[in-house]
């Protein structure tokens, strides 16, 4: 996919989109866009807010009940994308937020389906991943491209929101395969993601591979990888974990999350920034 490209001489105008530099040319930021660049920050957060959801699910359901956890869940996801949807620009606080309760929420409808409805992994996987290349089409049939770079029309956020929680439903459900179906558990399932979750980013920045396929197979990754880490780190031995406890692992992570935004939204680099990494 051709990305929006500018020369490195970009002039300087306070209407005109924000230049962000890669090697000898720029990828246009559209100055209104309401999603982050894609920095080392970026991914950092990202695999911490997959493995707090993936252990805050686990914590409210058996704590309060998957009765009362899963409304509570979706309740915080509405109102987390309401704020979103309603901001005129990238907030690091508003967008964070939504993606934190888009793990919480989407963890708990992927055990729905598994658990309550009992649907296998290998189907859930399959399914989301239809649903993904089907978004992720249409996205490209009625916008023209799939840049991350200018989201900021309600079509584009709609079609990348909808693409973010097709992926989270998809890696958790590929991460609860490989983890339980395939029998690696999750050490050995975080350590395969951690390898895999490398290959796009080296392919892109090694190899020149494009942007949009790199971009979204590693988000992808994130969440099984995330997952993984969270799932050994608080389960107990007996279920292949070091049994730290899903209470403390999601305040743990969820400090470190609030510690990086926080950062983010004081320093701007995850807008002005001249070496994003995707």
Do not use: C
């Amino acid at each position: 996919m051709a990305r929006d490209r500018v020369p490195f001489s970009f002039a300087h105008d306070e209407t005109a989109p924000i230049p962000v530099v890669r090697g000898p040319v720029a990828v246009v930021r559209h100055p209104r866009s309401k999603v982050p660049e894609i920095t080392v920050f970026f991914w950092i957060i990202k695999i911490l807010t997959t493995g707090m959801g993936e252990t805050a699910s686990d914590f409210l359901a058996h704590t309060i009940g998957p009765l009362v956890a899963v409304p509570l869940g979706f309740l915080g996801f509405a109102v987390a994308f309401v704020i979103q949807m309603r901001s005129r620009t990238y907030v690091a606080w508003k967008y964070w937020l939504a993606v934190v309760m888009v793990s919480v929420f989407g963890t708990m409808a992927a055990d729905v389906l598994h658990i309550g409805i009992g649907i296998p992994y290998v189907v859930s996987t399959t399914v989301f991943a239809v649903v993904l290349g089907v978004i992720l089409w249409q996205w490209r049939a009625h916008e023209g491209n799939l840049s991350i770079h200018s989201i900021h029309t309600k079509p584009r956020e709609l079609f990348y929101w909808g693409t973010v929680l097709a992926t989270f439903a998809l890696g958790t459900a590929a991460g609860d395969m490989t983890a339980m179906t395939f029998g690696w558990g999750y050490l050995s399932s975080g350590i395969v993601f951690a390898v895999l979750f490398a290959i796009p980013l080296v392919a892109q920045s090694r190899f020149g591979a494009t942007e949009v396929a790199t971009f979204w197979t590693a988000y992808i990754i994130t969440r099984p990888l995330g997952a993984s880490v969270a799932d050994w780190l608080a389960l107990p031995p007996a279920r292949g974990g070091i049994g730290l406890g899903t209470g403390l692992v999601t305040v743990l992570w969820s400090l470190a999350i609030v510690v990086l935004v926080v950062y983010l939204a004081h320093t701007r680099r995850d807008i002005d920034t001249d070496d994003p990494v995707t």
